[in-house]
């Protein structure tokens, strides 16, 4: 039989080795994409393919930068539909619902998280893509507001989530104190509890961004995929995850490399999206 | 520590029996894994269901994918055959010269309309013209991905040389092009024969309908071969296979799924 010193050593070092194990993975990914990307930084070179507009593999034209443009783009508009609605959700839940109320709400946003990506995209498709058809008069619907909407329902639950639990994690006292100097409930809510947990509301804002940025089925789905830069929110767009999705399978060669590429800008993106919102995050708590 | 044995005595288990079940798998009759265009797949997925009703101990298994994977695949060895809506391009034939190439039905390629559109006939001219121009007020234009067969085959006939505007929508198969068509009221764009429908409005092109009689004299013009790709002569199933395809009976179900029939 082991003593309990030796498992407890043990068992910092399987962590260890897990942790380690993870952070190996993504070093491997990342050095498998880089060198996949090769050919194609080599033959058509990264500033082409970086700030080049036109999609044409055929006719050996691989500029992505209107992907680029189409990813941002639907990006920033679902966070714009999905922080206030999710940030709502959060108070809801974490302040105003009785407890029966929310026992129904909760458990229903937490369930939107386990619905898989494609299904949203089915119903973009059918159901909101001709609605906005109609309401727009022209065109087949598949637009930046039809990926953008789709995207947001997605976020929703996570942002709302991890809003919420860090509004119930703030100490009690806050709430008292607030209440005890004679400010209303929503006062309190809103001068008090939601600055107060704005850390956690932006980290979930953060992690809603990353999977927005990725998310790729839903977005094949409803955007349309033209590469073009969208010329409104009515305009069909395409983004980079739904770039390589579309193509990856029948592309060979210098279309195939340049696939990686757009993966490896897609990779630097989401990169320099979490440093930028951890330094933003960081002066805050300055 | 009993507990920890039962999970373990479970992990042993479960690998066994995938283990026994991967040899079943591998031993008999033999499997045959088809991917590729997506124009070819209804057809390969038809034919499969009557091949394997005379032949049970076969088990063959039908993807999409794209011609341009299908040709892929068929060269790398993850598919015993590949399907391609269009021929081998010159640059593929040099890179894996030992690929065959096995014309298995003919097909058109229909422009599509809303139904309820009021065109019903254009010059190859004019729909040219509406693909370089791209979607506008008049037009939603909708184009395929790039490596698809029935792409690479309209660019060829229709388009000549002259680009499809980037405004227009991509999607990744004839069912998602059919679909996006039958819901758009001024979209315009291009499927397989087999897989027109009610749900869309098939043009004339220089007055001549896209129907099997017209692709078959040659006088509708957007026209092309369906292809298996195998990987050096094909053997043992996947040769019974295509030798069934080929026969009258494997033709007829070609005709009955709306293709065409070679010869």
Not at chain 1, 220 to 231: E, K, L, S, Y
Not at chain 2, 67 to 89: F, H, N, P, Q, W
């Amino acid at each position: 039989m082991m003593s309990r010193y030796t498992i407890d050593r043990l068992s910092s070092r399987v962590v260890l080795a897990f942790g380690v194990a993870s952070f190996i993975v993504l070093i491997l990914i990342a050095g498998f994409i880089l060198r996949e990307s090769l050919p194609a930084l080599r033959e058509v070179g990264l500033f082409k393919i970086l700030f080049g507009t036109e999609w044409y593999p055929s006719y050996g034209e691989y500029g992505i930068l209107t992907m680029v443009a189409g990813s941002i783009l639907v990006t920033v508009v679902s966070l714009a539909m999905a922080v206030p609605l999710s940030l709502g959700a959060a108070v809801l839940l974490a302040e105003v619902a009785p407890p029966r109320v929310r026992a129904v709400i909760r458990p229903a946003i937490e369930l939107l998280v386990g619905i898989p990506s494609v299904v949203f995209g089915l119903v973009g498709m059918v159901a909101l893509a001709p609605l906005i058809a109609d309401l727009g008069g022209k065109g087949s619907g598949s637009s930046v507001l039809a990926a953008s909407i789709v995207l947001a329902v997605m976020v929703l639950p996570t942002i709302a989530s991890i809003s919420e639990d860090s509004i119930r994690a703030l100490p009690r006292t806050y709430k008292e104190g607030a209440l005890a100097l004679g400010a209303t409930h929503w006062q309190t809510i809103w001068r008090v509890l939601v600055p107060s947990a704005r850390r956690g509301i932006m980290a979930g804002a953060i992690l809603g961004t990353g999977r927005a940025i990725g998310e790729t089925m839903a977005m094949v789905m409803v955007i349309g995929n033209a590469p073009i830069f969208p010329t409104g929110l009515l305009s069909p767009a395409r983004t980079l995850t739904g770039n390589i999705a579309v193509e990856i399978a029948a592309a060979v060669g210098v279309h195939q490399s340049v696939l990686y590429v757009t993966g490896l800008v897609l990779f630097v993106l989401v990169m320099i999206i979490n440093s930028a919102s951890l330094l933003a995050y960081k002066r805050r708590v300055d | 520590m009993k507990y920890s044995r039962k999970i373990l005595i479970g992990i042993v288990a479960t690998l066994a029996l995938s283990a026994m079940l991967a040899a079943g798998c591998s031993g008999g009759g033999g499997t045959v894994i088809i991917g590729g265009s997506s124009t070819v797949q209804p057809l390969s997925e038809s034919w499969t269901e009557a091949f394997i009703a005379d032949n049970l101990d076969v088990d063959i298994s039908v993807q999409g994918g794209g011609s341009s994977a299908g040709v892929k695949g068929a060269a790398d060895g993850t598919l015993d055959i590949g399907a391609a809506s269009r021929e081998m391009k010159s640059e593929e034939a040099n890179t894996f010269p030992n690929l065959v190439v096995h014309h298995v039905a003919a097909d058109g390629v229909a422009i599509v309309v809303h139904p309820g559109s009021a065109v019903d006939d254009l010059t190859l001219a004019e729909i040219r013209d509406i693909f370089a121009a791209g979607s506008n007020d008049k037009w939603t234009v909708i184009n395929r991905e790039e490596g698809s067969g029935t792409r690479e085959v309209y660019e060829e006939i229709v388009m000549g040389g002259v680009k499809v505007a980037p405004n227009a929508e991509f999607l990744p198969s004839n069912g998602a092009v059919k679909q996006k068509v039958a819901s758009t009221e001024n979209a315009i764009g291009y499927i397989s024969l087999g897989y027109v429908d009610s749900s869309v409005k098939a043009i004339k092109v220089d007055g001549v309908a896209c129907s099997e009689d017209n692709v078959i004299d040659g006088s509708y013009p957007v026209m092309r071969y369906l292809n298996y790709i195998t990987d050096g002569e094909p053997e043992g199933t996947v040769k019974d296979y295509i030798d069934f395809c080929l026969s009258s009976r494997g033709q007829q179900i070609a005709a009955d799924e709306g293709y065409i029939k070679l010869g």
